[in-house]
């Protein structure tokens, strides 16, 4: 059965553009203007896949992305986000309410192909991670329900941060380059800049209360990756 995701778009051309290029790689489509219907829509059945504009009428995009984060659900349901302004922090804001990944406006159809198809494999994966529990340190990550906690406080992370952070501990023994976490959270064929991975590494790091000049828990080594370092 072919994969179903939703594209939320004010603008009529980008959304048909959106629809026309989805369809032609094989997706099923669903196309709504504004984030209440579609949000209506995903309740009664949910998608494989949301995208949304982040400047909508009436709830944001970003608005949409916490309310289908905080549902049991669709809270891993994987949410790209659409934004006109190519700014770090449109980038951190998106990250921050739950969005899996961000592409700024004009992209490209095949751009936006790639994205989706490693989303999907990233999230097909069924051994990425250890199966078993992870405690280390003030911190507990359970796997069956992919939740962290910080001395028994919850924190609330999103898909890609929780891979980054498990691969961190998993291979605490050794500097991870910045290819290798980009290959394995976003995928081979991952086209993004970069910089998502040092906004991701940012993100995580403000919701663990660590210090990038005085970590402890990940250390960034210059020119070459991260590093877990908390015992």
């Avoid at 939703?6 to 196309?31: C, G, H, P, Q, W």
Wanted: hydrophobic letters at 40%.
């Amino acid at each position: 059965m072919n994969k179903t995701i939703f594209i939320v778009e004010d603008d009529e051309n980008i959304r048909e553009m959106v629809k026309m290029a989805l369809t032609s790689f094989s997706y099923e489509t669903a196309a709504f203007d504004n984030a209440e219907d579609a949000l209506a829509a995903a309740n009664k059945a949910a998608p494989d896949m949301i995208i949304f504009d982040i400047m909508l009428p009436g709830i944001s995009g970003l608005d949409a992305t916490k309310i289908l984060r905080s549902k049991t659900y669709t809270k891993n349901l994987p949410i790209v986000l659409l934004t006109a302004k190519d700014t770090e922090l449109d980038k951190v804001t998106g990250l921050d309410c739950g969005a899996d990944d961000y592409i700024s406006k004009p992209f490209g159809v095949m751009e936006l192909g790639a994205r989706i198809r490693s989303i999907f494999r990233r999230v097909g994966k069924g051994d990425a991670l250890p199966v078993e529990d992870i405690k280390i340190a003030d911190l507990h990550i359970n796997n069956n329900t992919r939740e962290l906690t910080q001395n028994d406080k919850t924190i609330d992370l999103t898909f890609k941060e929780y891979e980054l952070l498990c691969i961190l501990i998993r291979e605490r023994d050794r500097i991870v380059p910045r290819e290798e976490l980009l290959n394995t959270v976003w995928g081979f064929d991952f086209v993004g800049e970069s910089r998502t991975l040092d906004i991701h590494i940012r993100t995580l790091r403000q919701k663990l209360g660590d210090d990038a000049e005085n970590p402890k828990y990940i250390k960034t080594v210059r020119n070459v990756g991260y590093r877990f370092i908390g015992e």
